[in-house]
């Protein structure tokens, strides 16, 4: 017997599959990237875009434009990244990523669901286009700059307030990773959110337990995340990150309190050659041409 979960699971489980290869094909054509970032939270892109955030439809896939310039009294009419995601109405829900390093991965996301097309991936980091490798406001699938880091929340959670003052139903959805829990000024807006009861705010967390200089636990532990989160009056569950049955489930809404979705991952998730790099995953830059082989071979196997 078909369930309504057989239909829409093997459309999330290809989106990530396609996100995780297009990652690869970037890094390996740049010789170098994000590409743990992709391992990590390619279901949870996935099922963002597919199962969990109502946004608007952009009709057919749209083309990425160059730079628009820096914002200003003589460039009022640039346009930001936020178009990928359809014009927002009052009934639709805002995505907002926080770390912009994953900025990649959000477009290959945007092009396996036919919100960006497949040439725009070719502009990526190259100069004076919008793809850029650490995503701006004016990137694909951007509305605004989250800065170096731990920066997205915040920002987020003050348009999550003016909507409900505007009286929106659409929700605000957040992606964070488990680092920018290291920063004060994420604990500073949880707390706030939680004393606004946000209920319209929704953040789900890559728990990949690694950041730029090794594992998580050893930068600064932010363990047990869950428990921390929980005394600030938030609401929390911790998940598998690479079940999309879980992580569609997580999505529900709950009165008057903000929600942040945990989810465990494994930075090497379809890479076993990452596994090598252990405890740094951040950014692989291929040591010889031997190591980079491994990767082609992976690239085969993936199409």
């Known amino acids: 017997m078909t369930t309504a979960t057989d239909r829409w699971l093997p459309q999330v489980q290809r989106v990530a599959e396609g996100i995780r290869r297009r990652v690869l094909e970037l890094v ?10 992709a391992c990590s939270s390619a279901e949870i892109f996935a099922t963002l875009y597919t199962r969990v ?6 009709g057919a896939p749209l083309v990425p434009g160059p730079f628009p ?4 009294p003589s460039n009022q009419g640039r346009l930001t990244g936020a178009r990928f995601n359809g014009r927002s109405s009052p009934d639709h829900d805002r995505f907002i990523m926080s770390p912009s390093q994953y900025a990649l991965v959000l477009y290959a996301t945007l092009v396996e669901v036919g919100r960006m097309v497949p040439e725009g991936l070719a502009q990526f980091n190259v100069d004076g286009s919008s793809v850029e490798m650490i995503g701006a406001d004016h990137s694909p699938g951007l509305e605004l700059m989250s800065g170096s880091l731990g920066q997205g929340l915040s920002q987020a959670a003050g348009i999550a307030l003016a909507r409900r003052r505007h009286g929106d139903a659409g929700r605000v959805w957040v992606f964070m990773s488990d680092g920018e829990f290291q920063s004060g000024q994420t604990w500073e807006t949880v707390q706030t959110a939680s004393h606004l009861r946000l209920d319209n705010l929704g953040v789900y967390v890559d728990v990949n337990g690694h950041q730029c200089d ?5 930068v600064m532990n932010v ?9 600030f009056g938030v609401m929390v569950s911790r998940i598998d990150g690479h079940d999309p049955v879980k992580l569609a ?3 529900r809404r709950r009165h008057g309190r903000p929600l942040f979705v945990l989810c465990q ?3 090497c998730r379809g890479a076993e050659p990452l596994r090598a790099r252990a405890p740094k995953f951040h950014y692989l830059r291929f040591r010889d041409e031997a190591e980079r082989q491994q990767y082609v071979s992976l690239l085969q196997r993936m199409r």
């Not at 090794?214 to 050893?218: E, I, K, L, P, S």
Request: proline residues 5%; hydrophobic residues 40%; without cysteine.
């Open 249 to 251: 489930a997580s999505a």
């Open 223 to 231: 363990e047990p995340l869950d428990a921390r989160l929980k005394s």
């Open 53 to 58: 955030m109502n946004l608007a439809a952009v």
């Open 214 to 218: 090794g594992a998580t636990r050893d």
């Open 265 to 267: 991952t494994d930075t």
């Open 69 to 72: 310039g820096v914002p200003g």
């Open 28 to 37: 390996l054509a740049n010789q170098g990237g994000y590409l743990s970032q």
